[in-house]
């Protein structure tokens, strides 16, 4: 029972690097996201994908793309790091906004840029 | 627009007692998710507990149980019979049932004193 796989678990990055946050669900959910938690605050939803080919902004999207070309994977991509952009990705999957549909969460990124 | 709102950023209460989380929401659906949320110290997020706004009871699940009352709008996460292990940051969410995103709060850490 893999779930929510994120990878990598760390990363440090320069300023104006690039990289790629990988993101694979196996439960076959079409909603997918991305939030971002600061050092003790909550979580702030960066994307949000409700099926293959179709992805929307949250709260806070600047500075971030995202795909979405399978049902399985959902990957958030930075394009030129920015300091701000240290925090802690977490992706996560559920079925349709329906009644008790809990979001399911991967272990997180950490990303630090340097 | 959905907004959650934890007020007590931190508490700390003694080994086997008793205690309740708060969290306040505002929206203006009438169908609605709510949902409580653990992180430990090591990071990934727990879904804990599940509350309808069509429910009519009041959601338990083991030593969680969650005081809804629709009218003021709150969502309180009671813990009963606290554990050392249930030392982490709580986070309150919310979705509107047909939207895609899932709110969250800020966030209570609670400590749990032996």
């Known amino acids: 029972n893999a779930g929510v796989t994120q990878t990598p678990k760390f990363r440090i990055l320069k300023i104006g690097q690039s990289m790629t946050l990988q993101c694979t669900q196996d439960?076959?959910?079409?909603?997918m996201y991305w939030y971002r938690q600061d050092p003790g605050m909550g979580l702030k939803l960066i994307y949000y994908?409700?099926?293959?080919?179709?992805?929307d902004k949250g709260e806070v999207p600047n500075g971030y793309n995202v795909s979405r070309s399978t049902t399985e994977d959902f990957p958030l991509r930075l394009e030129l790091a920015a300091p701000s952009q240290t925090s802690v990705y977490f992706c996560?999957?559920?079925?349709?906004?329906?009644?008790?549909?809990?979001?399911?969460f991967g272990q997180g990124t950490r990303l630090t840029v340097v | 627009a959905q907004k959650i709102t934890q007020t007590q950023p931190g508490m700390f209460v003694q080994e086997k007692e008793a205690v309740t989380l708060d969290c306040t929401y505002d929206t203006s659906d009438q169908s609605y998710g709510l949902f409580w949320y653990k992180q430990p110290s090591s990071g990934e997020m727990i879904f804990l507990i599940y509350q309808g706004s069509y429910d009519e009871q009041n959601a338990t699940e083991g030593r969680y149980s969650l005081n809804f009352q629709k009218a003021r709008k709150s969502a309180n996460l009671v813990i009963s019979a606290s554990q050392l292990g249930d030392s982490a940051m709580y986070f309150c969410?919310?979705?509107?049932?047909?939207?895609?995103?899932?709110?969250f709060g800020t966030g209570t850490r609670l400590t749990i004193i032996p």
């Open positions: 996560a999957s559920s079925d349709p906004p329906g009644h008790h549909t809990e979001a399911f």
């Open positions: 969410a919310m979705r509107e049932i047909g939207n895609e995103k899932l709110t």
């Open positions: 994908s409700v099926g293959a080919g179709i992805t």
């Open positions: 439960m076959n959910h079409n909603y």
